[in-house]
């Protein structure tokens, strides 16, 4: 059986480095810690797991330099270690879901020459965003990172490509419980950044990343100044997808002319065609009520493939469940009822799929309508059903995720902040029955700002 080992680089975790640990129990055959400095019970708290689980601790304390400086020498230490076949590189917070499958993959790829294997990561920050990365290697491959910020991870042997795994091997991270350590980490991850970029203002990378991270900061106007900048860059294109998208968004939030913005959103969709730029076209005209503008993007938005080679992020509710949603809202306005009736089915079988009760009465309503419309027109035509009028082709959704609120219903009801509040504590306290009433409020919230976009 394959050596499998968790490597963790890390400095006071006492918060959630349990949450870690836990998930990996059943899972690693050693743990791999690199201490940078910790002043909690950091330490202690991977030996008492270790002593609890029987799984062998391996220890080394320094002090941090750079994320890949750093990175590397946690790696280095784990490499030294000649029992061990494969790594998985995991951050404090991050949990693995389906350790046996990944166990699985190792055992059947063990022979294989590929060593990188690009694993599904999952974030739930008020919407789940999933996006890919090497996260699980073979050790001795000389794998290493690069940059000093968001760096990523190569190796310079030779060899087959990088394997995309299933995401039915998922680490999966609640990053409304970092205890703020994002918010101190964005701050130096900033002048990290910046520093670099001074040095090459055409490093496409470091571009991008230096937009997220003023983003991240709330900095708004100066994210778009670096995202219109990565735009025009070449590299790594889902990038410039995302910095085009990211700019047409943020001009909205800073109150630019609707033209700017549209004409960012219109640049990111001859980019790639994706559904993310066309929801928040037709979102701004559902807005303004002009319907028939509204329809034509989410109809195409409705036509399009759930983008299943993307590395970067995708937000996974926008094509299971938000885009059919609005359709089985807009088609009403414009006298298209089979292309509503089949936008509220969709949005139906989603919710039926995942459990969800989100705008479930909204979605069962308007099909109602829609139902009763449609036995309308077919007895106006004396019985005959019109094929025009019955033709609703279900396309199921592509993968089960956390929903998120919409913003508007068939009869245009306005939900109050309170009653949203009320309604979704209760749904995440039915979920979530170990979130404290803190963490439950704290995520209410965020779902309820997202709402608003």
């Given at each position: 059986m394959v050596h499998i080992a968790v490597l963790l680089m890390v400095k006071n975790e006492k918060k959630r480095l349990n949450v870690s640990l836990e998930s990996v129990k059943d899972f690693a055959d050693s743990l791999v810690i690199f201490d940078t400095g910790s002043t909690d019970n950091t330490i202690q708290i991977c030996k008492d797991f270790s002593e609890k689980y029987k799984i062998p601790l391996r220890l080394k304390e320094g002090t941090f330099v750079d994320f890949a400086t750093s990175r590397n020498e946690s790696l280095e230490f784990a490499d030294s270690f000649e029992d061990i076949d494969?790594?998985?590189?995991?951050?404090?917070?991050?949990?693995?879901?389906?350790?046996?499958?990944?166990?699985?993959?190792?055992?059947?790829?063990?022979?294989?020459?590929?060593?990188?294997?690009?694993?599904?990561?999952?974030?739930?920050?008020?919407?789940?965003?999933?996006y890919y990365n090497v996260r699980f290697i073979k050790a001795h491959k000389r794998w290493r990172y690069v940059g000093v910020v968001h760096e990523y991870i190569k190796t310079d042997i030779d060899e087959e490509?990088?394997?995309?795994?299933?995401?039915?091997?998922?680490?999966?991270?609640?990053?409304?419980?970092?205890?703020?350590?994002?918010?101190?980490?964005?701050?130096?991850?900033?002048?990290?950044?910046y520093n670099q970029y001074t040095k090459d203002p055409t490093e496409p990378r470091t571009v991008f990343y230096l937009a997220q991270t003023c983003s991240c900061l709330n900095e708004n106007a100066e994210s778009l100044y670096y995202y219109k900048i990565r735009a025009t860059l070449e590299g790594f294109q889902e990038e410039k997808f995302h910095a085009l998208l990211r700019s047409g968004e943020l001009t909205q939030k800073l109150g630019h002319e609707w033209h700017d913005s549209m004409m960012f959103y219109i640049k990111a969709f001859e980019h790639s065609h994706r559904a993310e730029p066309l929801l928040f076209i037709a979102i701004h005209y559902i807005q303004i009520k002009m319907w028939v503008m509204a329809f034509t993007f989410i109809k195409l938005a409705c036509s399009i493939d759930y983008p299943k080679d993307a590395i970067l992020f995708v937000n996974r509710h926008d094509y299971d469940y938000k885009r059919w949603h609005l359709l089985g809202i807009v088609s009403y306005y414009v006298g298209q009822f089979a292309d509503g009736k089949a936008g509220c089915i969709n949005a139906i079988n989603y919710c039926k799929q995942t459990g969800s009760k989100i705008n479930t009465d909204i979605d069962q309503n308007n099909l109602k309508f829609y139902e009763e419309k449609e036995a309308e027109l077919i007895m106006q035509r004396g019985g005959i059903v019109p094929s025009q009028q019955i033709h609703s082709q279900q396309i199921q959704p592509q993968q089960q995720i956390q929903p998120q609120p919409t913003q508007q219903n068939l009869v245009n009801e306005i939900m109050t902040k309170k009653k949203f509040l009320e309604m979704k504590s209760i749904e995440l306290q039915k979920e979530f029955p170990n979130l404290t009433q803190k963490q439950i409020h704290t995520r209410a919230n965020m779902l309820w700002k997202n709402s608003r976009k």
């Open positions: 494969y790594i998985l590189l995991m951050d404090t917070n991050d949990e693995l879901r389906g350790g046996e499958h990944l166990r699985r993959f190792a055992e059947e790829y063990v022979d294989n020459k590929s060593s990188g294997f690009l694993m599904v990561q999952e974030w739930w920050s008020g919407q789940h965003d999933k490509p990088i394997v995309k795994l299933p995401d039915i091997a998922i680490l999966y991270q609640d990053r409304t419980q970092d205890d703020d350590k994002s918010g101190k980490r964005f701050k130096r991850d900033k002048e990290l950044l």
